[in-house]
């Protein structure tokens, strides 16, 4: 079991360009989530997925972020129109039922120019 | 909205020494999962502790429901257990995080 799979894991954008971050989850896992890590506001909720549909994504900056998960063994986290203010570490975790222990790939570390 | 605080900031320890990582959150909501960082790793799970105490090695944790409360006991440290350990409890958007604990340990 490789665990949690993210691509790419470093992404440079130049500021306006579209991102999109890829994860595998653990095979068998039902529920997937997305966070952002930076220094100054640590790990922020995204959004979370459980059995591919879409359960929660009040941490989501409406406007320019989408995640999908079009089948269970990935998910996608898309940003149009890349900001400085987007650069972090974006995590990516996968549990068994949802509420229970997360397991987090490597994440993919973005800097927009 | 729900909040985890973990005390405290940081901690600097000499090897062979004691420590213990407070976490405190404001709702009765638990299912804490303790987390450890190496600078620039993965957050690698440590418990997932909704009640009661759990043993692994050296770490110990505890956690105390209706006191909104949880530790993590780190015995006889050793360089290795150097990085940020962070509390997470879930709430009903996922886990909530709280900033981490930042252990230092010199030999």
């Known amino acids: 079991n490789a665990g949690v799979i993210q691509t790419p894991r470093h992404k440079v954008t130049g500021k306006g360009q579209e991102a999109t971050l890829w994860c595998e989850p653990i095979?068998?896992?039902?529920?997937v989530f997305w966070y952002r890590q930076t220094i100054v506001q640590g790990l922020e909720f995204l959004t979370y997925f459980r059995n591919q549909a879409p359960i929660d994504d009040s941490g989501m900056p409406k406007e320019r972020f989408s995640a999908q998960m079009p089948n269970q063994s990935h998910s996608t986290l898309k940003i149009q129109s890349t900001q400085p203010q987007d650069s972090a570490v974006y995590l990516c975790?996968?549990?068994?039922?949802?509420?229970?222990?997360?397991?987090f790939g490597h994440g993919t570390k973005l800097s927009v120019l | 909205g729900q909040q985890v605080q973990q005390s405290p900031a940081s901690l600097v320890l000499q090897e062979g020494e004691n420590a213990e990582l407070q976490c405190n959150f404001s709702?009765?909501?638990?299912?804490l999962q303790w987390f450890y960082q190496h600078p620039g790793g993965r957050l690698v799970s440590l418990f997932y502790?909704?009640?009661g105490t759990k043993h692994t090695g050296r770490l110990t944790s505890t956690t105390v429901t209706n006191e909104r409360r949880g530790s993590l006991h780190i015995s006889s440290s050793q360089t290795t257990d150097s990085g940020t350990y962070f509390c997470a409890i879930a709430y009903a958007q996922g886990l909530t995080f709280g900033l981490g604990t930042r252990v230092s340990v010199f030999p």
């Open positions: 095979s068998g896992h039902s529920a």
């Open positions: 502790n909704p009640s």
């Open positions: 709702s009765t909501a638990t299912r």
């Open positions: 975790a996968s549990s068994f039922g949802g509420d229970e222990r997360l397991f």
